[in-house]
């Protein structure tokens, strides 16, 4: 079983900022790709950045130069500095994860609950 546990949310006004963080827990052998992704009411899911455990990093276009991804992987944290604020970054962001379980052969991919954004004008 693994979880993965988001915070950092809240509400901010335009041009603020806000610092989300995930946490990956459980049977775990490896964490390989961490990423973020965001869903607006009525929207599908979205990628807003991913990170690799090396490192590597990519970013959705409308996020780029305002939205920071990084991670600790003694941690098994990744984090996302959002700068730069819209309203229309209002959505719930959730934390995904990948990698290898404790148990031989086991691999998982698996979501956080969430953590509500909301970006005032």
């Known amino acids: 079983q693994v979880e993965l546990v988001e915070s950092g949310g809240g509400l901010v006004q335009a041009g603020g900022s806000l610092r989300l963080s995930c946490v990956a827990s459980g049977r775990i052998r490896s964490v390989d790709t961490m990423g973020w992704y965001r869903e607006a009411p009525g929207k599908q899911r979205d990628l807003v950045a991913r990170?690799?455990?090396?490192?590597?990093?990519n970013y959705a276009e409308f996020v780029k130069g305002r939205f920071t991804i990084s991670r600790d992987n003694a941690k098994n944290t990744a984090y996302l500095q959002m700068n730069s604020l819209k309203p229309e970054d209002t959505a719930v962001y959730y934390c995904?994860?990948?990698?290898?379980?404790?148990?031989?052969?086991?691999?998982?991919?698996?979501w956080g609950q969430g953590t509500q954004v909301t970006v005032s004008s």
């Open positions: 995904n994860a990948d990698g290898q379980g404790s148990d031989p052969g086991a691999w998982y991919d698996g």
């Open positions: 990170i690799s455990s090396s490192g590597s990093t």
